[in-house]
C-alpha cells in the first residue's frame, strides 16, 4: 500500500508539474517538413508570432507567396492549425523547438507525417555548387510513354543555386515553387494549405528528368527539354458545347436550400459568367479572388457570376460548410451553389453538365452573353505564380467580358 501511495503521489507531482509547465512555441522562423515517398521530405518555412490578444499566426513562405494561418489551437502540448479556407489541418505535440504530427484531410482519408523544427531558415539544406543554370523555358512531359501523359511549360528563374518558378498546364499552374539547384540536381517544393508539392530532377544543360510527388498518396515521372518557344494549347479550345446543344443550363441549391438556375429572372439579358470550382482547389482559390476584385473593381448590374461547387466533402452539410467558410473569408458576394458533394471526379462533374464535351480542369470558367448563348469556356485558371501569363490574362479576360456587356 505504501509503494502504491509513493506511486500515485510521484504522478501527481509529475502532472503537476507538467501542468504549470506547459511549452510556449518560440516565435520566429520554422522549418516543417512533410515525409512523401520514397524517404524523401518536402520542407516549406513559416514564420511564427503572436498578434494582438496573444493568438498565434503563422505565415508559410512559397516563393512571392505568402500563406497565412491564423485558426491555431493550443491545449497543454497539443497543437492543431487549421488550413486557410482549405479542410485540412495539421495536428501534433510540440515543444517549445519542435512540433510532431500529421497533415490530415478527412474527406479524403489522407494523412501525411509532419515535422517542424525552430530555428531552421533553410528551405533545403545546401550541397555541392551548382552545375547548371535553369533558367527558361522547359518543354515538359509528365508520365511520358503513358495514357496518362500530359505536357507542361516549366517557367524557371535561378540566382545562384536558388530557384523559383513553376509549372503550367492546360490545366492550371502548380503553385509557387521554391528550391535549390544542388550540383548536378534539382529539389522544388509548395506547401499552400491544400497541396504539397515536391519536385526532384537530375539536370544537364538541355535535359530534366525527375519526379512529381503530392503528398504521399501520388508519384509519377517527368522529363524536361529547353524550349523557350514551346507554348500548350490556348486555354479556350479545350472545353466546349457538344454537337446538338446551344445553352448552358442546370439547377443546383445554394446554402439555403433554394435552386438557382440560369433561367431566373436575376439573370435574364445580363452577361453571366459559370464557374465550375471546388472549395479546396488552390487555383480556384487564386480565381475566386481575382472574381471578387473584379467585381469590386467593376460595379456593373448587367454582369452576374455564379459559382458551381463540386466537393469531394462527404455530406453536403459539410460540402457547404466549406462553401460558406470560402464565402466568409475571401468575401465572395455571388452564390456558390453544391453541384455534387462526395467526389471531385471530373467524369461524374461532366454527367451533370451533360453539354459539355469533358471537364477536363478545376477551375473551368464559361461565358454567357446577354441572350444567353455560350461565347467562349477557359479551361483552367494561371494565378499569380505564372508572372507575365496572369498579367496577360487579367487583361483578356477584361477585354472579352466588356466587349459582352458592350452589345
Known amino acids: 500500500?505504501?509503494?502504491?501511495?509513493?506511486?500515485?503521489?510521484?504522478?501527481?507531482?509529475?502532472?503537476?508539474?507538467?501542468?504549470?509547465?506547459?511549452?510556449?512555441?518560440?516565435?520566429?522562423?520554422?522549418?516543417?517538413?512533410?515525409?512523401?515517398?520514397?524517404?524523401?521530405?518536402?520542407?516549406?518555412?513559416?514564420?511564427?508570432?503572436?498578434?494582438?490578444?496573444?493568438?498565434?499566426?503563422?505565415?508559410?513562405?512559397?516563393?512571392?507567396?505568402?500563406?497565412?494561418?491564423?485558426?491555431?489551437?493550443?491545449?497543454?502540448?497539443s497543437i492543431r492549425n487549421k488550413m486557410p479556407v482549405f479542410e485540412g489541418y495539421i495536428e501534433g505535440i510540440f515543444t517549445d523547438t519542435s512540433i510532431t504530427g500529421f497533415f490530415?484531410?478527412?474527406?479524403?482519408?489522407?494523412?501525411?507525417?509532419?515535422?517542424?523544427?525552430?530555428?531552421e531558415k533553410e528551405r533545403f539544406r545546401p550541397g555541392n555548387p551548382a552545375t547548371s543554370n535553369i533558367s527558361g523555358i522547359w518543354e515538359t512531359e509528365f508520365s511520358p510513354n503513358t495514357p496518362d501523359s500530359y505536357m507542361a511549360k516549366g517557367i524557371f528563374t535561378q540566382n545562384g543555386s536558388k530557384i523559383k518558378g513553376t509549372f503550367r498546364t492546360t490545366t492550371g499552374d502548380y503553385r509557387y515553387l521554391e528550391g535549390l539547384v544542388i550540383g548536378d540536381s534539382i529539389k522544388l517544393s509548395t506547401f499552400d494549405g491544400a497541396h504539397a508539392f515536391l519536385f526532384t530532377?537530375?539536370?544537364?544543360?538541355?535535359?530534366?528528368?525527375?519526379?512529381?510527388?503530392?503528398?504521399?498518396?501520388?508519384?509519377?515521372?517527368?522529363?524536361?527539354?529547353?524550349?523557350?518557344g514551346f507554348e500548350l494549347p490556348h486555354e479556350d479550345s479545350l472545353t466546349f458545347l457538344k454537337e446538338g446543344y446551344d445553352k448552358l443550363a442546370f439547377s443546383f441549391p445554394d446554402a439555403n436550400g433554394n435552386m438557382v438556375s440560369l433561367d431566373q429572372k436575376r439573370f435574364n439579358n445580363k452577361v453571366v459568367i459559370v464557374q465550375i470550382m471546388g472549395t479546396w482547389c488552390p487555383n480556384?482559390?487564386?480565381?475566386?479572388?481575382?472574381?471578387?476584385?473584379?467585381?469590386?473593381?467593376?460595379?456593373?448590374?448587367?454582369?452576374?457570376?455564379?459559382?458551381?461547387?463540386?466537393?469531394?466533402?462527404?455530406?453536403?452539410?459539410?460540402?457547404?460548410?466549406?462553401?460558406?467558410?470560402?464565402?466568409?473569408?475571401?468575401?465572395?458576394?455571388y452564390p456558390i451553389l453544391l453541384a455534387q458533394y462526395g467526389s471531385s471526379n471530373k467524369g461524374?462533374?461532366?454527367?451533370?453538365?451533360?453539354?459539355?464535351?469533358?471537364?477536363?480542369?478545376?477551375?473551368?470558367?464559361?461565358?454567357?452573353?446577354?441572350?444567353?448563348?455560350?461565347?467562349?469556356?477557359?479551361?483552367?485558371?494561371?494565378g499569380p505564380a505564372t508572372g507575365e501569363k496572369y498579367i496577360l490574362f487579367k487583361k483578356e479576360f477584361d477585354d472579352f467580358v466588356q466587349s459582352l456587356l458592350n452589345e
Open 1 to 77: 500500500m505504501a509503494k502504491f501511495g509513493i506511486g500515485v503521489l510521484l504522478c501527481i507531482i509529475v502532472f503537476s508539474c507538467n501542468k504549470t509547465k506547459d511549452p510556449l512555441l518560440k516565435e520566429g522562423v520554422w522549418l516543417a517538413q512533410l515525409e512523401v515517398q520514397d524517404k524523401e521530405m518536402l520542407p516549406f518555412n513559416f514564420n511564427l508570432y503572436k498578434t494582438e490578444g496573444a493568438n498565434y499566426t503563422i505565415d508559410v513562405y512559397n516563393a512571392e507567396e505568402v500563406v497565412k494561418i491564423e485558426e491555431i489551437e493550443l491545449k497543454n502540448d
Open 104 to 119: 490530415v484531410k478527412e474527406s479524403l482519408d489522407r494523412v501525411v507525417p509532419f515535422k517542424a523544427t525552430f530555428g
Open 201 to 228: 530532377a537530375k539536370i544537364t544543360d538541355s535535359t530534366l528528368n525527375g519526379f512529381f510527388y503530392s503528398g504521399n498518396h501520388f508519384k509519377e515521372p517527368f522529363v524536361g527539354n529547353r524550349n523557350e
Open 284 to 333: 480556384c482559390l487564386d480565381e475566386t479572388k481575382f472574381l471578387v476584385n473584379y467585381l469590386k473593381e467593376n460595379n456593373n448590374t448587367d454582369l452576374e457570376v455564379v459559382a458551381l461547387a463540386f466537393e469531394y466533402a462527404k455530406t453536403s452539410d459539410k460540402a457547404f460548410e466549406g462553401i460558406n467558410r470560402l464565402k466568409e473569408r475571401i468575401g465572395t458576394q
Open 348 to 382: 461524374r462533374a461532366q454527367e451533370k453538365l451533360p453539354m459539355l464535351n469533358h471537364i477536363l480542369s478545376y477551375p473551368t470558367t464559361i461565358f454567357i452573353d446577354k441572350k444567353s448563348n455560350v461565347r467562349k469556356i477557359h479551361t483552367g485558371f494561371n
